[in-house]
């Protein structure tokens, strides 16, 4: 089976990144991997074309403007295909999302009649993701034109699935998250104690994200301006980076919170920080799945979040986590000050898959969008 891709992930363009690994890893069940990604002639990307294992391939779209991201990603997914023999073998041409790159891939695989799968990350049909801007109302029109167009789908979360089931799609959605190697995480040493590192805090909250609009970090600002006036060395530690991250300081500052949070850059010992956490807090208007939630989970921590991707199907409500109305402060600091408090007893726990068992549901999921018949095993 030979698989076209269409992405966005530019970290698949740096050695030793976790983006490169699973796609390597994904190389693993295919005979070709081909991967096209949306990206600038500044994005420090030297070559357009890098070989990452024996049978992946990465190409840079190049562009010099963004406008032309879709169409370089289609010249040169067709000159993929051109080398490829369509009599012989079995192909699907997968998307990373349906709105830019999908659109891509539906050109592409209606020029040629192969098979596509479209993927979906986040939860577009959330009314907070229409809302947000003009470009994400686009989108979803662009979504909902080419959904009824796609051989399958796939999503990472149960609620995606259920959002889609009136869509008139080919085929049900498979239901495929992002692996997460739960027997890792637990397994993983302790580098940095988050206590300790911050003394002067007795409960810590710990926030990991990307700094966007759509993650309403303010929310969990205002959670913790109330949840301080009843506990005054309760800390958040947000780590992270974005647009919203001087914004949020301000707004800290504002409140006179300096003392109380503390911003961090990404790292890349994260386990350590929801191994040493008393909670962690996600308060997105929309997720498509949530995985540092699942992540925290593994690692021990007890989770905190708004009712957006995995909740209510991995975050159980008062049993591994609350589960509070998306928006809704008086509810989320109510949850923070009974974890505080240790007014209930939470049991973290995530659902356990190993690596091959997830490889094999992808391969799986490929076979199926190119009808086979049955897969190889790995």
């Not at 939860?123 to 993701?129: A, G, I, N, Q, T």
């Amino acid at each position: 089976m030979k698989v076209l891709m269409i992405g966005t992930d530019r970290n698949i363009f740096k050695e030793g990144s976790e983006a490169r690994n699973r796609m390597v890893e994904y190389g693993t069940i295919v005979d070709e991997l081909h991967i096209v990604v949306f990206s600038k002639r500044n994005d420090q990307i030297l070559n357009q074309k890098i070989k990452i294992s024996n049978n992946s391939f990465v190409y840079s779209t190049h562009s010099s403007s963004r406008f032309l991201y879709m169409l370089d990603a289609k010249r040169i997914a067709e000159g993929v295909i051109e080398n490829w023999d369509l009599k012989i073998g079995n192909f699907v041409i997968t998307a990373q999302d349906p709105f830019e790159t999908g659109l891509v891939g539906w050109l592409v695989a209606r020029r040629y009649t192969l098979p596509l799968q479209l993927q979906i990350h986040t939860d577009f049909l959330s009314p907070y993701f229409a809302h947000e801007s003009l470009l994400n109302r686009v989108r979803v029109f662009c979504a909902k034109f080419l959904l009824p167009r796609a051989s399958c789908v796939r999503v990472v979360s149960e609620r995606i699935k259920e959002s889609l089931k009136n869509d008139r799609l080919k085929t049900t959605p498979a239901v495929l998250p992002i692996f997460v190697d739960a027997e890792a995480i637990c397994r993983a040493p302790v580098r940095t104690d988050l206590h300790a590192q911050y003394p002067q805090f007795d409960f810590i909250t710990l926030m990991a994200s990307r700094l966007t609009k759509e993650k309403n970090i303010p929310l969990a600002v205002d959670a913790i301006r109330e949840v301080v006036k009843k506990h005054p060395k309760a800390g958040l530690i947000i780590v992270g980076g974005g647009p919203e991250k001087e914004r949020l300081k301000l707004l800290a500052t504002r409140y006179s919170l300096l003392a109380n949070i503390v911003f961090e850059p990404w790292t890349d010992d994260l386990v350590s920080y929801y191994k040493t956490a008393d909670v962690f807090l996600l308060t997105s208007n929309y997720e498509g799945y949530g995985r540092t939630v699942v992540e925290a989970l593994a690692a021990g921590c007890p989770v905190v979040m708004t009712d957006t991707g995995v909740a209510g199907d991995i975050v159980k409500n008062n049993e591994n986590g609350f589960i509070v109305p998306v928006g809704d402060c008086a509810a989320l600091v109510a949850a923070l000050v009974k974890v505080r408090e240790k007014r209930v007893h939470l049991e973290p726990r995530v659902p356990q898959q190993t690596k091959d068992d997830y490889l094999r549901a992808y391969q799986h999921a490929w076979g199926t969008c190119a009808g086979l018949s049955r897969t190889e095993g790995l």
